[in-house]
């Protein structure tokens, strides 16, 4: 069995405190040898120079960091721009997606599908950069339907996409068969589970609820128990959360790709548990 490749996503932060934990947080993460770290995109690209400096910081301690590249608010001149400007600094990998539409925005810019910037992307700078898309086990909320999403899913990878990195879910079983579909309509690139720990549930709910993300009822039920403690609510995040990456690397998986929050000790207390250090 091959060792799973093992990658972590950070938001660019917004404050000059919040660079400093980022910092840490990245050193403490690097320790792990993950295969790759990935830093957002604001909606609309409003965190652009933040996701700039972070890009940097990382790429001049000698990880693999992959920015997040959005169709919303980008122009073609834009991206070329942004693409020149990674390939100087000899970044090797792109995570390509749509992104969401801020309210008040009113155009989504000259790309409105991913599929069409990662064609660009590869239009630009030939296999220069791995790029990474999006995929969606639980069909994206704005799908019309299960079978357009994956039909729109096909359309990323065949425009130029090397792998893809799902939303984070909690149901192994869903993960499994939509990997089944997409091998059906001839998709055979990797496809990494996204990984989100439980910290505190209020925020999952939250950021589910955002997402299209289902939080399964006896989880939630559970969860809604512990109340306040939040001690409890990790403990068992910390136990389920582990259950599920255990089942995904057993099926099959590539590797995991944790969702940190800019945290690290949630996601290398799963790492310490699946026994990855061996």
Not at 110 to 130: K, M, P, Q, T
Request: include cysteine; charge should be neutral.
């Amino acid at each position: 069995m091959n060792k799973p490749k093992i990658s972590f996503e950070f938001f660019p932060p917004q404050t000059p405190e919040g660079m400093e934990k980022l910092v840490h947080t990245h050193r403490q993460l690097a320790a792990l040898n993950p295969e790759f770290f990935s830093v957002t995109f604001g909606a609309g690209g409003s965190t652009q120079e933040r996701t700039l400096q972070a890009v940097a910081h990382i790429q001049a301690q000698g990880s693999d960091v992959a920015p997040h590249l959005s169709c919303v608010g980008s122009t073609r001149e834009n991206i070329r721009t942004l693409l020149q400007s990674y390939r100087a600094q000899g970044v090797r990998r792109i995570v390509a997606l749509r992104g969401d539409l801020p309210s008040g925005m009113g155009s989504i810019g000259e790309f409105h599908y991913a599929n069409e910037l990662v064609a660009f992307i590869r239009a630009e700078s030939g296999d220069h950069f791995h790029i990474e898309v999006a995929a969606y086990p639980e069909v994206h909320p704005q799908a019309r339907s299960a079978r357009d999403d994956l039909h729109n899913f096909k359309r990323k990878m065949a425009a130029g996409a090397d792998s893809a990195i799902t939303q984070y879910f909690y149901n192994a079983d869903g993960y499994f068969y939509f990997v089944e579909q997409c091998r059906r309509l001839g998709i055979t690139k990797p496809i990494v589970p996204g990984i989100m720990p439980i910290v505190k549930f209020s925020q999952l709910a939250r950021f589910s609820e955002m997402c299209g993300a289902e939080i399964p009822r006896w989880m939630r039920k559970t969860l809604e128990g512990y109340g306040d403690d939040s001690e409890a609510v990790q403990a068992f995040g910390l136990d389920a959360v582990t259950a599920l990456c255990e089942k995904l690397l057993a099926g099959g998986a590539p590797g995991l790709h944790f969702y940190t929050l800019n945290q690290a000790a949630p996601s290398m207390a799963i790492w310490q548990r699946l026994g990855l250090a061996k």
